[in-house]
């Protein structure tokens, strides 16, 4: 039985990934190594080290520690004034229903994100209010595909894994949930997203109880 659902942030509840586009590309020209938005579409559900390490790869540079600790700092504030003038009206189509149909079938809600910023866009969109628990990148060590960031959101919900559905747009996420052994619905294309159990184009495309429980 289904009693809690786990959702991801960036590409299922809001769009930060455009902002974490717009303050790598800043960074990226700033140590003169490019970077394309195809490449920020494999840092989605990445951690920010995993992020710098991946750019630095693609440029072909290495920095010492020191630097690259400065520039994580550095894109996070540049990343923080984006978030900082996000209103609710950048929560992307049909998730606030999710969440309220979730709330209105008592299931219990956890965030379940890579990023340390969660709380503050949770704050700006006005949805922070919504979640029993918030597990992301201050809370967890271990990177998605690893299923820790899911299982320490069931654990904190006071449920089994198996009674949680995950809301994932990334291959890595859908991993972790599996790996969790979660029920995973994969928000986004199919053909990259093949191994969830469900699968929807956005969160406006179904209805939680008729498309997604009532069919497990
Ligand atoms: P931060 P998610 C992820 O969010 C983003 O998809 C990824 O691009 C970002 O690098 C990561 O959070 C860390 O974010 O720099 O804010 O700590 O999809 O796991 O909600
Ligand atoms: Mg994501």
Known sequence: MIRGIIFDLDGVIVDTAKYHYLAWQR????????????????????????????????????LPEH????????????????????????????AAEIIAEAKSLGLKISLGSASKNSQFILERVGLIQEFDALVDGNVVSASKPDPEVFLTGAKLLQLDPEECIVFEDAVAGVQAAKNGNMTVVGIGDETVLQEADFNFQSMADFSLKSDIIEKI
């Not at 984006?82 to 189509?93: C, D, F, K, R, T």
């Open 67 to 94: 630097e690259i600790e400065h520039w994580m700092k550095v894109k996070n504030e540049w990343y923080l004034e984006y978030v900082e003038a996000m209103s609710p009206s950048e929560i992307l189509p049909g």
């Open 27 to 62: 960074m990226a020209q700033k140590l003169g190594v490019k970077f394309t938005e195809e490449e920020n579409e494999q840092l989605k559900g990445v951690s920010r080290r995993g992020s710098i390490e991946k750019i630095m790869n693609w440029g072909g540079i290495t």
